[in-house]
T-cell receptor, first 115, second 114 residues
Framework: DAGVIQSPRHEVTEMGQEVTLRCKPI?????LFWYRQTMMRGLELLIY????????DSGMPEDRFSAKMPNASFSTLKIQPSEPRDSAVYFC?????????????FGPGTRLTVL | SQQGEEDPQALSIQEGENATMNCSYK?????LQWYRQNSGRGLVHLIL?????REKHSGRLRVTLDTSKKSSSLLITASRAADTASYFC??????????????FGQGTTLQVKP
């Protein structure tokens, strides 16, 4: 199994540009999570999906952020327009929600730098 | 605020020594998980302990849970340089533990010197 796949691994863009991060979860997993990690704020959950449906987007910082999951094997996180304070590492994780506990499998992350 | 809070924030030891990291949480839990993050990588699940368990072992890892004190500890015995990483505890956002939404602590950064 290839694990959770994220692309791109690194993204450098200028303020005001649109940024799209992509994630392919582990095949068969039914939950997908987007996190943001910074030194100042640690690991923050932005949004998560169960069976492709957004369940909790309370962590999305503002309307500039949006996420979609059109099918079980693909999700995107979009920032438009991007700002320097969005610079962070963005992780996607997936899990197989069985009801008792949910080990999450993380992708390698996308390091975003907004100039 | 974070459900789990680890201490110490940073720990530096010599290879072969034991490393102990602690996690405190605020609400009741169904289970608690520990994850490791190597520099520049995603988090990796290490071990899960259920609320009705007091201690659990996995290789050189030992996890304890004290629900009366709302705390857990992770012990790494006979540490190796490869154990250098950040370690996070995580609990489900719902005390019954079935939402799948994990709340992570701030982490403990462990450095093991060869």
């Amino acid at each position: 199994d290839a694990g959770v796949i994220q692309s791109p691994r690194h993204e450098v863009t200028e303020m005001g540009q649109e940024v799209t991060l992509r994630c392919k979860p582990i095949s068969g997993h039914n939950s997908l999570f987007w996190y943001r990690q910074t030194m100042m704020r640690g690991l923050e959950l932005l949004i998560y999906f169960n069976n492709n449906v957004p369940i909790d987007d309370s962590g999305m910082p503002e309307d500039r952020f949006s996420a979609k999951m059109p099918n079980a094997s693909f999700s995107t996180l979009k920032i438009q327009p991007s700002e320097p304070r969005d610079s962070a590492v963005y992780f996607c994780a997936s899990s197989l929600r069985t009801g008792e506990y949910n080990e999450q499998f993380f992708g390698p992350g996308t390091r975003l730098t907004v100039l | 605020s974070q459900q789990g809070e680890e201490d110490p924030q940073a720990l530096s030891i010599q290879e072969g020594e034991n490393a102990t990291m602690n996690c405190s949480y605020k609400t009741s839990i169904n289970n608690l998980q520990w994850y490791r993050q190597n520099s520049g990588r995603g988090l990796v699940h290490l071990i899960l302990i259920r609320s009705n368990e007091r201690e659990k072992h996995s290789g050189r890892l030992r996890v304890t849970l004290d629900t009366s004190k709302k705390s857990s500890s992770l012990l790494i015995t006979a540490s190796r340089a490869a154990d250098t990483a950040s370690y996070f505890c995580a609990t489900d956002a719902n005390p019954s533990g079935n939402t799948g939404k994990l709340i992570f602590g701030q982490g403990t950064t462990l450095q093991v010197k060869p």
